[in-house]
């Protein structure tokens, strides 16, 4: 993903219950709470506006488990 796009990663919480949604472009760096990946997703495409924007879903190993891009 390229520097000039938003980045967001999504990833279970601490208490694997929840996920938070972490970007440098969020105010406080990060955003939690959501019941499922899907729900966060929708967050942060409408944190990035018409910005471009890349998002990666994390498991609890840290492994990615899928990628939303979007690109001008």
Known sequence: MESAKHVYEIRPSKHHRTFDLISNVLPLGRS?????????????????????????????????????????
Do not use: C
Request: proline fraction near 2%; hydrophobic fraction near 30%; charge should be negative.
């Open 32 to 72: 939690g709470g959501f019941v499922d990946a899907a729900a966060a997703v929708r967050q942060a495409k409408s944190y990035s506006g018409s910005h471009p924007f890349g998002i990666r879903v994390y498991d609890e190993e840290g492994n990615v488990l899928e990628t939303h891009e979007h690109s001008d």
